[in-house]
């Protein structure tokens, strides 16, 4: 799909959720994997609109931020985009942070409302009191919240999100320092990645989202949805549970960071997944590299 065109999606208002969306088609084959759940194409197509139509009708309009503290790759991939479907952009924080810089986070980013979910809502519902957050949405049963379900239920007259410009508006708010990434930037970092982690419909990329930065975490995951790959998330982040991820779903590619590397590399026995392409998200060992190549039969680069 990223071969210079975005689908049905002229190039002036070329964003990243629009392109995601044109790459649906009508197949309803997995797209993410977390958790023991599953997140289909067909589904993702029909509830990200939905969702971004609640969300207006809730109140959110165009340009508000929305911090989204998820650790389910599931809600997370449902979540940024329809935030940014409503008009809104998505601030998407560290799964793993603690209340205190969860609170410091959002009030960078100016977040007025929050997506969370079961895993995360205690630590980010706690931060949201410190915030000047004033709406939450949470996915799973989640007090004080209202249910993400409820968004898809929700009436359609609530307006048309502005179309933003993919130049100029934000597809994503970054904090820690605070980056604003256009829309633009977004789809030349769907382009770098494509580049280097070559995904079709038979592909299974695995990655634990503590493993690489926010915006790579984001990233990876559209590009499976964008090249018809299965994402499937890690939500322990042992090497093992990596390990076990990559035999359980036939993984084909799969991303860490350079301390990871050296743990598979050195930490297990031969593991029967050869062939296997590891991105490293950071500049990896010559030593893990070799190991990886020579005990496993992977190869090994950095992800750009």
């Known amino acids: 799909m990223?071969?210079?065109?975005?689908?049905?999606?002229?190039?002036?208002?070329?964003?990243?959720?629009?392109?995601?969306?044109?790459?649906?088609?009508?197949?309803?084959?997995?797209?993410?994997?977390?958790?023991?759940?599953?997140?289909?194409?067909?589904?993702?197509?029909?509830?990200?609109?939905?969702?971004?139509?609640?969300?207006?009708w809730h109140g959110v309009r165009g340009g508000d931020v929305g911090a989204i503290h998820l650790a389910d790759a599931c809600d997370l991939a449902l979540a940024v985009h329809a935030v940014g479907a409503a008009g809104a952009v998505p601030a998407p924080l560290p799964p793993d942070a603690p209340a205190d810089e969860l609170a410091a986070m959002m009030n960078e980013a100016g977040a007025r409302f929050l997506v969370t979910g079961e895993g995360t809502a205690a630590r980010s519902m706690a931060a949201a009191d410190d915030s000047y957050v004033r709406q939450v949405f949470a996915f799973g049963d989640v007090p004080g919240a209202t249910p993400f379900d409820r968004l898809l239920e929700a009436a359609t007259g609530s307006g048309e999100a502005p179309s933003p410009d993919p130049l100029r508006d934000a597809a994503l708010r970054l904090t820690g320092p605070l980056e604003d990434v256009t829309h633009a930037d977004r789809l030349a970092d769907l382009y770098r990645l494509a580049g280097a982690v070559a995904l079709g419909e038979d592909d299974v990329l695995v990655c634990c989202g503590s493993d690489v930065p926010v915006r790579t975490w984001v990233g990876l995951i559209d590009l499976c949805l964008v090249q018809g790959a299965v994402f499937s998330g890690v939500p322990e982040p042992g090497a093992r549970d990596l390990l076990e991820a990559v035999l359980r779903y036939g993984a084909t590619a799969l991303v860490?960071?350079?301390?990871?590397?050296?743990?598979?590399?050195?930490?297990?026995?031969?593991?029967?997944?050869?062939?296997?392409?590891?991105?490293?998200?950071?500049?990896?060992?010559?030593?893990a590299a070799r190991a990886c190549r020579i005990r496993h039969g992977w190869t090994v680069s950095p992800l750009p």
């Open 2 to 56: 990223l071969d210079g065109e975005t689908g049905a999606v002229g190039v002036a208002d070329a964003t990243v959720t629009r392109t995601v969306l044109a790459a649906m088609g009508g197949s309803d084959r997995t797209a993410v994997v977390d958790r023991g759940r599953s997140l289909g194409r067909a589904r993702f197509a029909e509830a990200v609109p939905a969702a971004a139509r609640g969300l207006r």
């Open 256 to 287: 860490v960071g350079p301390a990871k590397l050296r743990a598979l590399a050195f930490d297990h026995g031969a593991v029967p997944a050869r062939g296997l392409r590891v991105l490293v998200a950071g500049a990896p060992s010559v030593e």
